[in-house]
């Protein structure tokens, strides 16, 4: 059983529909990107997963229905969602930052320890521990956006655009930095791309969005492999 799973997942603001039936599946400790034009639905689709636009189909998360499940519901499951813009509390220290990602445990000795091994995954972060987030880079914010979900422990990272405003330069240092968390961790992940290439070094697979559909799945080797994925996506 995938650890999550959209069937024919519609969604709307409003009286506008942006999803005509998405469907995906994210197996447990697999990662998947959704690929997509501007306006082909892959920021509603992560979305309709937090529970944060109003949803018509089916959409499952280990075993339980969250089709209808507001935000703080999905995340208590285990979904932590790094929206586009990254969000991150610029009047704190990264150390702080880190620390409110962690507000639902209890488990303080745990805590230090996925705090320092995230200054591992990011070393970027563990050079500026005590500055506050407003003075990081645009790069190290959004390392510091995904390491602060990742302290609330959860099943599966959801990531919109992690590369978004970045220099190549520094999309790569990010990507790196993801490649390592999932590596060493082994967590989950759902990511939103436009550059197909980042994605690809970290998703085994990923589903193509048109006009708010699913039109192809595949694994990452066989969707670089087809001309009109390449052309589109690829620089090819």
């Known amino acids: 059983m995938p650890l999550l799973e959209l069937t024919d997942v519609t969604a709307s603001y409003g009286r506008v529909q942006v999803l005509e039936g998405v ?30 636009v109003n949803v ?12 209808h499940a507001g935000p703080e519901k999905v995340a208590s499951l285990g979904i932590a969602h790094v929206p586009e813009g990254r969000g991150t509390l610029m009047n704190l220290s990264v150390r702080e930052n880190l620390q409110v990602g ?18 591992e995954m990011f070393p970027n972060l563990g ?44 999309s790569k240092e990010v990507y790196d930095a993801i490649q390592r968390l999932r590596e060493q961790s082994g967590i989950a992940m759902l990511v939103v791309e436009q550059n197909a290439n980042l994605a690809f ?33 690829l620089g090819g």
């Open 56 to 67: 018509g189909g089916r959409i499952v998360f280990d075993g339980t229905d969250i089709t």
């Open 102 to 119: 962690a507000y639902l445990r209890k488990d303080r000795r745990a805590i230090a320890g996925d705090i320092g091994f995230l200054l």
């Open 127 to 170: 050079r500026r521990i005590s500055q506050n987030a407003s003075t990081l880079s645009g790069g190290e914010q959004q390392m510091l956006a995904i390491a602060r979900a990742f302290m609330a422990k959860p099943r599966l990272l959801v990531l919109d655009e992690p590369s978004l405003g970045l220099a190549p330069s520094t």
């Open 23 to 52: 469907s995906l599946r994210v197996p447990d400790g697999g990662a998947v990107g959704i690929l997509g034009a501007n306006g082909a639905g892959k920021t509603t689709t992560l979305r309709a997963i937090s529970g944060t």
């Open 201 to 233: 070094r970290v998703v085994e697979e990923a589903t193509v969005l048109e006009t708010g559909r699913s039109v192809l799945t595949g694994t990452a080797a066989e969707l670089r492999g087809r001309d009109e994925i390449r052309k589109a996506y």
